[in-house]
């Protein structure tokens, strides 16, 4: 069965500071993959999605970039952190169809 | 393009009593349907889907939706909410054909049940 692992659970870091958050998914070839966020009190916000390994949609320009070294691997990050790049990041998987998204279980990101 | 609007951002019920999430979509080819269900601090888990066929759906947890193609809506509705229903719940539209095959999510509804 496919399975996918988001890590880490809660992160702590201060402005200014580099992030690297870590989606990998098990169980299938060539998914769909996406980066969701979601602010306190908000709704699902798509950051970036990846139909293939080096190929990178990105849906809001912001300070975040998104890389898929591998075909189930999938990795989110920043150089300089905001204020406002608070919040829930979500990864998730699909096949290549109308089929539902698979979600991790979320990375709980506070910029302080 | 395509669109999900939920009516309500927060429903509160009491336990026992009928729950109905309200879900509208535009969509220009017929859309693929989906409810999803967030508990706090975890990832969104799906409750159930429609496709094509049967229009009245049933999902995990006593859940169930009715496609209703002439009011483009996908309502989800449970008989009698438990204190374990207390969520949030998505909905969300998928069929445009894009490349990414990208879901387009509602804002969420906050259900609250009160014992």
């Known amino acids: 069965s496919q399975t996918i692992h988001q890590w880490p659970a809660t992160l702590v870091q201060p402005v200014g500071s580099p992030l690297s958050l870590e989606c990998t998914v098990e169980g299938t070839s060539n998914p769909n993959l996406y980066w969701y966020r979601q602010a306190a009190g908000r709704g699902l916000q798509l950051l970036f999605y990846?139909?293939?390994?080096?190929?990178i949609s990105s849906e809001v320009p912001q300070n975040l970039s998104a890389s898929r070294p591998q075909d189930r691997q999938f990795i989110l990050s920043s150089k300089k952190l905001l204020l406002s790049d608070s919040g829930f990041y979500l990864c998730?998987?699909?096949?290549?169809?109308?089929?539902?998204?698979?979600f991790g279980n979320g990375t709980r990101l506070t910029v302080t | 393009a395509q669109s999900v609007t939920q009516l309500g951002s927060h429903v509160s019920v009491s336990e026992g009593a009928l729950v109905l999430l309200r879900c509208n979509y535009s969509?220009?080819?017929?859309?693929?349907l989906f409810w999803y269900v967030q508990y706090p601090n975890q990832g969104l888990q799906l409750l159930l889907k429609?496709?094509?066929?049967?229009?009245l759906v049933k999902g995990i947890n006593g859940f169930e939706a009715e496609f209703k193609k002439s009011e483009t809506s996908f309502h989800l509705t449970k008989p009698s909410a438990h204190m374990s229903d207390a969520a949030e719940y998505f909905c969300?539209?998928?069929?445009?054909?894009?490349?990414?095959?990208?879901?387009?999510f509602g804002g969420g509804t906050r259900l609250m049940v009160k014992p």
């Open positions: 429609y496709t094509t066929g049967a229009t």
């Open positions: 990846s139909v293939g390994i080096g190929q």
């Open positions: 998730a998987w699909t096949e290549r169809s109308n089929s539902p998204l698979h």
């Open positions: 969300a539209v998928s069929g445009d054909n894009n490349a990414g095959n990208m879901l387009t």
């Open positions: 969509s220009s080819v017929p859309p693929y």
